[in-house]
């Protein structure tokens, strides 16, 4: 059957905090105050180097199970000392179109050396890096590390986040021992939570029973 998807700029909404987010979807900070976030695309820490469109606050926005979820990570980690580290949640769908219209500009590659150094930006598309659809603006994926609590320090993973390439890959091999044990441990408690892990990303997980499957919301994060 072929599936029908569904973009939303606005539906009827609630407020938290001054902003009206479609119904069923929180402020993440609202449940949980104790995880941590930097969202990438807010600034210029990112693989294009800008702040990206619909990215107006640091405020993480999830849908409310996944929120719930999230909260049960976080009191696993807490208990020895770690936190989560939110990357990303709910990306607007004109997050997504900025990020296609900018893969297109092939001569930008401001921070090629550092986010795709073996992959050439005519690449992205075909293999996979960049699309026009992202389960993120779904509400239920989210990109995250874990971090120490008394220093904030991230875990090493081994590779970056949005780094573009093999090394990324959870099951990479050609990382060191404490890098597997640190991608392992935030892969299982993610899963052991309700999440399913990509295949291409040690960083980037999916609530299973996600509310809107077929759903691609565009308000703005503000």
């Given at each position: ?188 408690v993610m899963i052991e939570n309700g999440f399913r892990p990509y295949k291409n990303e040690w960083w980037h997980f999916t609530f299973r029973n996600e509310p809107f499957p077929d759903t691609y919301f565009n308000f703005p994060i503000e």
């Amino acid at each position: 059957m072929k599936k029908t998807f569904v973009f939303f700029s606005f539906i009827i909404s609630i407020s938290f905090f001054g902003q009206n987010l479609p119904e069923g979807f929180i402020y993440l900070s609202s449940i949980d105050k104790t995880i941590q976030s930097e969202l990438r695309y807010f600034g210029e820490n990112n693989f294009i180097g800008r702040k990206i469109e619909g990215y107006n606050d640091n405020r993480v926005i999830v849908h409310r199970e996944t929120g719930d979820a999230l909260h049960r990570v976080q009191q696993d980690l807490l208990k020895k000392g770690l936190s989560l580290k939110i990357f990303d949640a709910y990306r607007p769908q004109q997050a997504v179109n900025d990020f296609v219209r900018w893969a297109k500009v092939l001569n930008d590659t401001l921070k090629k050396k550092v986010y795709y150094p073996n992959v050439k930006k005519s690449e992205l598309f075909k293999q996979g890096y960049i699309s026009s659809k992202s389960g993120h603006s779904r509400g239920s994926s989210v990109d995250l590390t874990i971090v120490t609590v008394n220093t904030g320090k991230e875990l090493d993973m081994g590779s970056p986040f949005d780094f573009f390439g093999a090394e990324s890959h959870p099951h990479y091999q050609k990382i060191g021992v404490e890098h597997k044990k640190n991608r392992y441990l935030l892969r299982k408690v993610m899963i052991e939570n309700g999440f399913r892990p990509y295949k291409n990303e040690w960083w980037h997980f999916t609530f299973r029973n996600e509310p809107f499957p077929d759903t691609y919301f565009n308000f703005p994060i503000e």
